[in-house]
């Protein structure tokens, strides 16, 4: 055990790798159940989350404890094949997910910005 933890102590990761992977390409009907049993061979999760709205559909958020059995999870099930579908396995990117939102919001501050100061371009 304390050879796993050095290892795991010396082992520098890239910056986009962190403990909530993003998965597409699920099968509809799969449940958090069936989600749990796939992941969980991985390491111990802390919560999964099923997408349920019609845009969300075939999409979950995996967060595992450990960044570590996160990063296996990723290497080992990208391309995994779960009701003849192959799953993407992604790293959450935070800043990735809400920059649309964000340029949306800068357009609309501009926007608001040239009719206050009655500027037409």
Known sequence: MALVMQRKANVRLPPEINRILYVRNLPYKITAEEMYDIFGKYG??????????????????????DIFDAKNACDHLSGFNVCNRYLVVLYYQANKAFKKTDIE?????????????????
């Open 44 to 65: 111990a999760i802390r919560q999964i989350r099923v997408g349920n709205t019609p845009e969300t559909r075939g999409t979950a958020f995996v967060v595992f404890e």
């Open 105 to 121: 919001k800068k357009q609309e501050e501009i926007d608001k910005m040239k009719s206050k100061y009655g500027i037409n371009t």
